[in-house]
């Protein structure tokens, strides 16, 4: 999204560039003097021109001029005023020729606007939705991590409690057990309980070694299911971690196919707007600039002494 941000900046930098150079290039070189048609509406033609006839006895006029007669052309100041009427007539057409040519411009650059205001939109709709939807993935990564150091947390006290239980446990069979005590009951000293007599004492008996062994057979069992429960946490730990490189992959490959259908439609709306513009140029040439002026038209002006 940054990147698009940057190019469409960088476009509309380079295409302000390009215009205010045309307008520059337009005010010094394409000026109302160079033009192809300026004698036609110069208002200084006249002052310019030399009339043919300044009195009647100018010093240019000859009998092989034919610039004086007996009789004048009465019909000069209506033909002046055609002349003039004509003239006016052009230029109207000229302005209105000129004024189509820019409102043709000004919705040409209305549509290229309005394309670019749509393009930032949807950009700008399409960054919103991928922050949402990496908001909502680490909103829920975050829940995930912290349900699994409550579960850590809670595995770790438990364990600790029971490695404390076990212990004292152990410690009291081994304090209060046949094996230290060797049943007072069989081997019982007169001089104090905490002796035997060792002639009388037979070793243990089936049910101390029952015991034993069953104590041995449980811790034997609680270390497995110690073994199983790591085993266990352990998968789901791998699981958990493989469900979120899977998910990770998933949403890169959205984005790159957003992307990739962004690139797409706006490749085909420039393909539009540029088949629009041809058919607008089309247009104005074929429909708008249908009578041209030639060198015939040019070329009536100025073949008389009149």
């Known amino acids: 999204a940054q990147i698009c941000t940057l190019l469409d900046e960088r476009q509309k ?12 290039f337009r005010l010094e070189q394409q000026t109302a003097a160079s033009r192809r048609e300026f004698d036609l509406y110069d208002p200084e033609s006249k002052k310019k021109d030399k009339p043919a006839r300044v009195s009647d006895d100018d010093p240019r006029l000859s009998s092989s001029g034919l610039q004086a007669f007996q009789g004048e052309d009465l019909s000069a100041k209506e033909r002046k005023k055609l002349q003039q009427e004509q003239m006016r007539e052009w230029i109207k057409q000229q302005m209105q020729e000129k004024n189509r040519e820019k409102e043709a411009e000004v919705y040409a650059e209305q549509l290229h606007q309005k394309r670019m205001i749509d393009i930032d939109m949807r950009s700008a709709q399409l960054a919103r939705e991928e922050d949402e939807c990496r908001k909502n993935l680490n909103i829920a990564a975050k829940h995930f991590n912290e349900a699994l150091a409550n579960e850590r947390k809670a595995r770790e006290e438990l364990e600790k409690q029971q490695e404390l239980d076990d212990n004292f446990t152990e410690l009291s069979n081994q304090v209060f057990g046949d094996t230290l005590t060797e049943n ?6 007169s001089f104090g309980q905490h002796r035997v007599i060792p002639d009388r004492w037979k070793g243990m008996s089936q049910e101390e070694k029952a015991a034993i062994l069953k104590i041995r057979d449980e811790q034997r069992k609680e270390k497995e299911r110690k073994l199983e429960e790591e085993r266990t946490l352990h998968k789901e730990s791998e699981r958990i971690q493989l469900l979120q490189a899977n998910t990770a992959i998933l949403m890169e490959r959205e984005k790159d ?9 706006i490749a085909e709306e420039n393909m539009r707007l540029a088949s629009e513009q041809r058919e607008n140029l089309t247009k104005l040439c074929k429909e708008v600039y249908t009578n041209p002026p030639t060198d015939a038209y040019f070329a009536q002006f100025n073949t008389g002494t009149r």
Not at 13 to 24: I, P, S, T, W
Not at 184 to 189: E, M, N, Q, W
Not at 257 to 265: G, I, T
């Open 184 to 189: 007072p009951a069989v081997a019982a000293s």
């Open 13 to 24: 930098k380079d295409l302000k560039q390009v215009n205010k150079q045309l307008n520059a």
């Open 257 to 265: 196919r957003k992307a990739a259908e962004l690139e797409k439609r």
